[in-house]
Nanobody
Framework: QVQLVASGGGLVQAGGSLRLSCAAS????????MGWFRQDPGKEREIVAG????????YYTDSVKGRFTISRDNTKNTVYLQMNSLKPEDTAVYYC??????????????????WGQGTQVTVSS
């Protein structure tokens, strides 16, 4: 069992920055690939970024490339999402998720085993 607690969301003006954190407890964090997802009301949950167990491989959805950076610190059992140059369309609830059974992340949220509680990010124009 892995417990994930996400934090760092908030209200920011367009062009601003936020850093999301996701702290994990329970089983060995370094054995899980991690992902950040976001969801608007009435829409499907979509992947924003993913990172492999070692942190050596990352993925970004096209709309955030060059603006967001995912990273992890396996000594602190934490994954981060640095979000720069935020846009109103980035507004959503952001979730972190842990995936077992391999080193690499997946784009399909159904392949993740554990989820954080979500943190709201609101970008005003």
């Amino acid at each position: 069992q892995v417990q994930l607690v996400a934090s760092g969301g908030g209200l920011v003006q367009a062009g601003g920055s936020l850093r999301l954190s996701c702290a994990a407890s329970g089983r060995t964090f370094s054995g899980y690939a991690m992902g950040w997802f976001r969801q608007d009301p009435g829409k499907e949950r979509e992947i924003v970024a993913g990172i492999s167990t070692s942190g050596s491989t990352t993925y970004y959805t096209d709309s955030v490339k060059g603006r967001f950076t995912i990273s992890r610190d396996n000594t602190k059992n934490t994954v981060y999402l640095q979000m720069n140059s935020l846009k109103p369309e980035d507004t959503a609830v952001y979730y972190c998720a842990a995936k077992s059974g391999g080193s690499y992340y997946a784009n399909n949220p159904r392949l993740y085993n554990y989820w954080g509680q979500g943190t709201q990010v609101t970008v005003s124009s």
